[in-house]
């Protein structure tokens, strides 16, 4: 089998002009790191927003160009719109309406076959429990009698085949191994980049990196039907999470705080971030937001409490309910058996229900779906 270098595919695209006619694609800039594992090629071709549908054409010869080179059996080519640093995001407010001599809103991507709403579970900051709420969230939206599918998208730390108590990698859903059956527990299917890549390689991916896999996941993964997608989004507010919640057709976003005041200004910060993009924010999740001692069964408020609460007041966003601490949640979930589904009847999977339950009604009463947006990735 022919080992493919970066060096070859460098040589391939050298042959392709870039889109201006000076020079070509790689003396332009234009061509991201290259990622090679086996015989699948992956990479990312800079564009701006305003360019993204012409350069789709470029896009498309461009991998045509790197799948014709002998030994490589898969190419990934993402188009992304990166931001020079200090730039100013480009935001567009709702209401107004889109002038000429503005510039566009990102394109958001195209919506999933068979998937009703996507829904991402986002936190400013890591360890407040963003991942534990997205599995047990996913697991309650299963117990109201909806179809539901996560795909694990903190590529920096993925934990779902975890959570989920799953090992093992997706079979290929065809002879071609085009496609991959998402892994299925406790009635919800599931894709996770820790599936096919041991954790300490998605660790070191770059951003444009990070989109090109996540968009493989979502798109090059056999979903079954399913009213809803739980998004484990990658923690913080960073460009690559910025670029996903614009890239990625979500119906709105859930924000995970715990009480304490520095999670809270994170919170603000994941707020604000998918503000920028136009993502409806379905409400606030406190975390951690109590414990109730096993001993003498009195309540108590660890980091203050109420702080997600009136924060979300003040912002005017739902708040849609406070998790406690508890010893049991972090044992299950670290041993695959998420309290949801594994202990129906208890405390904790009926908070969980109740957020599932706001959760449902805010998607389906309509103006949390988004119209179709155009094509910028596959
Ligand atoms: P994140 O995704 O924000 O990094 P995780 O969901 O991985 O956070 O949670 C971090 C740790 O906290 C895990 O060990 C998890 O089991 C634990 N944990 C999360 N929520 C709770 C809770 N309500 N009670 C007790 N432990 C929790």
Not at 2 to 16: E, F
Not at 62 to 88: D, H, I, N, S, Y
Not at 202 to 218: F, H, Y
Not at 350 to 360: E, F
Request: with cysteine; glycine share 10%; charged share 20%.
């Amino acid at each position: 089998m022919t080992t493919i270098t970066q060096d070859d595919v460098l040589s391939v695209l050298k042959r392709i002009a870039a889109p201006d006619g000076r020079g070509n694609v790689v003396s332009a800039g234009l061509v991201s790191d290259i990622a090679i594992e086996g015989g699948k090629v992956m990479f990312a071709l800079t564009t701006t927003p305003q360019h993204a549908r012409s350069m789709e054409s470029l896009r498309d010869a461009v991998e045509k160009a790197v799948r014709a080179m002998p030994g490589v059996e898969k190419a990934m080519v993402a188009l992304t719109a990166e931001r020079a640093a200090g730039q100013p995001q480009q935001s567009q407010p709702q209401q107004s309406q889109p002038q000429q001599s503005q510039p566009q809103p990102a394109p958001r991507g195209t919506a999933v076959p068979g998937i009703r709403h996507l829904v991402a579970v986002a936190s400013g900051k890591g360890g407040v429990g963003k991942s534990t709420t997205a599995v047990n969230l996913a697991l309650a939206l299963h117990a109201l009698g909806l179809k539901v599918a996560v795909l694990d998208a903190d590529v920096y730390g993925p934990s779902m085949p975890k959570l989920f108590g799953l090992t093992g990698k997706p079979e290929a859903s065809d002879a071609q191994g085009k496609k991959m059956k998402p892994m299925t527990r406790y009635g919800v299917e599931l894709m996770s980049i820790g599936f096919l890549v041991p954790e300490d390689t998605a660790m070191i991916w770059r951003g444009p990196m990070v989109m090109s896999a996540l968009t493989q996941l979502l798109r090059e993964t056999e979903w079954s039907p399913a009213d809803v997608m739980v998004i484990d989004m990658p923690p913080g507010t960073g460009d690559v999470q910025l670029t996903l919640a614009q890239q990625t057709p979500l119906s709105g976003a859930v924000i995970v705080s715990t009480p304490q005041d520095l999670a809270l200004i994170d919170a603000r910060k994941g707020l604000n971030m998918f503000r920028k993009v136009n993502v409806p924010v379905i409400g606030i999740v406190e975390n951690m937001s109590y414990f109730v001692c096993t001993k003498c069964g009195e309540r108590h408020e660890i980091f203050g409490h109420g702080g997600a609460r009136e924060e979300a007041d003040r912002i005017g966003v739902p708040f849609l309910g406070e998790i406690p601490l508890d010893r049991e949640v972090r044992l299950r979930s670290d041993s695959g058996e998420p309290v949801v589904a594994t202990q129906p009847g208890g405390l904790h999977a009926a908070l969980y229900r109740d957020v599932a339950r706001q959760v449902w009604a805010a998607l389906e009463k309509g103006g949390l779906a988004r119209p179709a947006p155009r094509i910028v990735m596959e």
